[in-house]
């Protein structure tokens, strides 16, 4: 009688994990599908229910049905594709960097209105997103920071994460301050102490901000749509937007085509960093 309760959660688990997997396993089946199969309803039409072979080809029909990059002459979705990787790549380091330094600063340091300062922080969490997006925006143009459809619009604005200050200055106030006493007796400073002590033993909440801010940045959409014009200076998410909106939304298996590779990155590096993500934010307390 005991198993019952832990049988019940297991079953529930596995039912709401199926649930969560079948969206992107249609995903990713639609896409190797024929457009007759697509049509048809049919969920295997491979063998041995079907006669149908997995057609690879969409992938690269998909590409070129995109279009050609002027500039470069590549085609439209790997140069779309490198701006993004480009821009997530610079964003996730300067969140990284001055999560880690702003968070030290709070957990660490004393300095006169520092709780004061760390409650506005954190009430920046408060503030929806689209509040905020016009008037970034508006700073972009010409008679502001001349920002507009350049990279500094897609990077410098989302340098600060209050959320990672957060989260690893929380994990910072559960090291044991006798650490620090010993590092200064062997006299070492504050970014001495910082980077040999406390971002080594911080790495999991470190990485938890880290991919987090990575999935967000990845599948940012609204800021990359407002502030570029040009299509070989916009992100793949906005790609995909113009794609559905173009030839490529009629075809489904062609659509599902560029979803599954846009998708496909935040799933594997997912995979390799989730035990960091589980450790992140199972042992981050709420110490301070």
């Known amino acids: 009688m005991r198993r019952l309760p832990t049988l019940t959660v297991f079953a529930i688990l596995v039912v709401v994990a199926i649930a969560a997997l079948l969206p992107f396993m249609w995903m990713l089946m639609t896409s190797v599908k024929t457009y007759g199969d697509v049509i048809s309803l049919k969920f295997w039409p491979w063998p041995p229910f079907g006669t149908s072979a997995p057609v690879w080809s969409n992938y690269r029909e998909a590409i070129n049905l995109i279009g ?84 500094l619009a897609l990077t410098v604005p989302f340098m600060a994460s209050a959320f990672g200050i957060f989260l690893i200055r929380q994990f910072f106030k559960q090291i044991p301050l006798e650490l620090f006493d010993a590092a200064r007796i062997d006299g070492a400073g504050h970014i001495r102490y910082m980077s040999q002590v406390m971002v080594p ?43 559905l909106q173009g030839e490529g939304g009629s075809q489904t298996h062609l659509a599902m085509a560029v979803a599954t590779m846009v998708v496909a990155p935040i799933v594997i590096l997912y995979f390799f960093t989730q035990h960091y993500f589980t450790e992140g934010i199972t042992t981050t307390g709420l110490k301070g």
């Not at 996730?92 to 880690?100: A, D, P």
């Not at 997103?129 to 016009?134: E, K, M």
């Not at 033993?201 to 990845?218: D, G, S």
């Open 68 to 151: 050609v990059d002027n500039d470069t002459g590549l085609p439209l979705f790997f140069r779309q594709l490198i701006n993004t990787g480009l821009v997530t790549a610079v964003v996730v380091i300067g969140v990284t960097v001055s999560s880690v330094m702003a968070a030290y600063a709070f957990a660490m340091l004393k300095f006169p209105g520092k709780s004061l300062l760390f409650i506005l922080v954190l009430a920046t969490l408060m503030i929806p997103d689209d509040l905020t997006l016009i008037p970034r925006a508006v700073m972009m143009f010409k008679n502001y920071l001349n920002w507009y459809n350049t990279y």
């Open 201 to 243: 033993l911080a790495r999991p909440a470190i990485m938890t901000v880290a991919l987090f801010q990575f999935i967000w940045t990845w599948n940012e959409f609204k800021w990359a749509q407002l502030v570029t014009q040009d299509t070989n200076m916009r992100m793949i998410s906005v790609g995909l937007q113009n794609f």
